[in-house]
């Protein structure tokens, strides 16, 4: 009989995840479990029954733009996949965005939210990116305190009613740039009324089904740069559902996330209204930028978390050479490589979701604020590149079925590669790294969340890999100092010093919880994740590449 493979299977997202479990065991008291495992359960067999075939059966459909009805009106209608529709109705029903402002699990509100973000993220089409933006809107709208907003849209952006619930874009990037904000080219102008319109073009716009979205524009008169620029809320359409002066010129062709249906747009007298002041717009939408920033970290555990899970399975059933994969010394040290990647960028990423659930609760001090400043920009960088290079390895471990498209593989790879770029790139967020740095708090706290760590080390290999990860950041920071003034050799070398400050961090918190996991539950496997990520390198900086021979080379100059 000829040979057909098994393919690979997907198991339950939740019951299968030691990592995930443990950490709620570690984290999570006695009555808060008893609330949200049951919740994790349920969005699990949702993901197992309903998402991960619809998935499937979806693949070839990608949303469409219909720009005129038949009769010659202009309609700028966007169709979107019936994954999306569906997924708009279990995220508000499950709480994606909700858990994070109904506060039942207190501090640890973030924390259980993001645990169902992370379950959910893998089988959503990438439906977390509008999530991501109505979290970051709620977040933002809530901090500048803006009352009308606040009753008018939160409540609808955290809404667990379908009926009611709205998701926000996030409309930052121009022609001018994603990254230079700044140069934003939208202008504002006030009525006499005092009605604010917005005109402009907003180059990459994500969330454009979204019913509302936040975004900038300079008021006429002000300066040039960031600081001219005014936070601005919009909603996208009027009481008979017509856009309000919002024509979308076309639907990016991506690479990737190609169920997001991210926009050109352009704005003519768009109605809108200021959120803050007329000025500082950058530093206005920045709890914005934090927030998705944060769902992106999320977001790439959650695919290396699901690319192991197909690759694990796969390499039970395939055999090759006269074994399992699973058998096979070298298959088997690669798993195990890309394991240890995925548990200590875990660490990492839950515990920003720990700081910010804090932050919401008022509960940090100010080392607590800088350290959440920090490590949100560290988490997002390392665990982006984290998700490209883990996702590729995986479709690896499948060989070239990995690379056919309808073993729904090929797609993991291609979505995670839009994680180092959107939401700030990694050298833009190496340099983001570098502000928060500029702040000596932020060095005390980041000092005193290594000692935490190394304390919390009851046993000798793991004090050890704590106390090896507490000298590369310490060997970081005195690198930092000796060459304070020198504002390019920082800038060249900010990315060796990001990556070095968020793998030794990610290991020190990996051995804190293998320390529990190994004296509490007796579970070895943490400590093995920790060792091996410790022998894979975590201090990235190499000091005394000169920055003329750096551009000779990168510019080929002779
Ligand atoms: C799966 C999940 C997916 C999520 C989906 C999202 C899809 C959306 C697609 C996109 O739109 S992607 C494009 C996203 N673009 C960015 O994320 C922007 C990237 N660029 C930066 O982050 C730059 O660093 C920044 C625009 C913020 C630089 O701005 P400026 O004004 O040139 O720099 P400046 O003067 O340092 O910062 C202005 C103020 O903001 C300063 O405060 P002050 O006014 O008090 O001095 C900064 O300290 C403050 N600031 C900047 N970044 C901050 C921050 N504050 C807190 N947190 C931060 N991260």
Redesign the pocket.
Known sequence: MAFYQDPPALEDPYESDRVLRAYIRRVFSQSEREVLEPALASLSRVVLDELDPLQRADRLYEPTLTAWDPWGHRVDHIEVTALWKRAKVLAAEHGLVATGYERAYGALSRAAQFALVYLF?PSSD?Y??PL??TDGAARTLRSHKHATLDAHAVSRLISRDPTLAWTSG?W??ERTG?????RSETVARRDPSGAWSLSGTKW?T?ATTSEMALTLARPEGNPE???GLALFYVETRDGQGLLRNISINRLKDKLGTRKVPTAELSLQDTPATLVSSTT?G??AI?PM??V?RT??AV?SIAFMRRSLSMARDYARKRVAFGERLADKPLHVETLADMQSEFEAAFSLTFRVCELLGLDDDGALDGHGEQLL?LL??LAKLSTGKQAVALTSEAMECFGGAGYVEDTGLPVLLRDAQV?PI???TTN??S??VL?ALARSEAHEALREEFARCVRNCRETALETHALDAQRACERALAWLARNGGELRVIEAHGRKLAMTLARSLSLALLCSHASWSLTVEGDLRPSLAAARYAQRGIDWMREGSALDDASRLAMDLS
Request: charged share 20%; net charge neutral.
């Open positions: 993220a990438v977390t990116c991501a933006m996030q930052m990037t994603g990254s230079d904000v700044g990459f994500s740069g960031s600081k500082d950058v530093r920045t930028l934090n998705t769902w992106n977001c400043r949100t920009p994680l959107w939401e700030g833009v967020l340099l983001d502000r």
